[in-house]
């Protein structure tokens, strides 16, 4: 996935806090060891019996996996988009989970979206083709 210049920053979480976002990283670390069609039907699996998410829960989400995971904060973008996702699903809610490619330069990059509207991803992802995706269940996350 594509390289960021520089670690993203998130608040550190009091200890009883970190919990579910560590338990998050470390089950999204071995789910994307998956070939990608795999991972997208376990995601597929996974957001059964959920409803849509709102953006600020969202990128609260993606804030506490980023504080507590290095591989998250930096380099996993795979990583951080489907712990994301796992600890929103842990409240009962999905997120459109998004991976695509550019072209010029080539890279690829994984996200999360509610909306359409990529939660707190830095750049300009409207360049990035989507490859796979896993939607909310109802076809729209709400804001």
């Known amino acids: 996935m594509t390289t960021p210049a520089v670690a993203e920053q998130a608040p550190r979480l009091p ?67 489907v712990a994301t996702l796992l600890l929103v699903r842990a409240r009962g809610r999905w ?11 080539f890279g690829a990059h994984a996200w999360v979206e509610v909306d359409g509207r990529p939660v707190d991803e830095p750049g300009e992802l409207s360049v990035f083709r989507t490859v796979l995706a896993v939607r909310c269940p109802d076809g729209r996350s709400r804001s």
């Not at 997120?95 to 330069?105: K, L, M, N, V, Y």
């Open 15 to 81: 200890l009883h806090r970190q919990i579910a976002p560590r338990c998050a990283a470390g089950a999204a670390r071995l789910l994307v060891r998956l070939p990608p069609a795999r991972l997208q039907r376990v995601l597929r699996v996974i957001r059964k019996g959920t409803r849509p998410a709102a953006y600020g829960e969202v990128a609260r989400a993606r804030r506490s996996v980023v504080s507590v995971s290095t591989r998250c904060a930096g380099l996993g973008c795979l990583q951080r988009s």
């Open 95 to 105: 997120a459109d989970w998004c991976t695509g490619f550019r072209i010029q330069p």
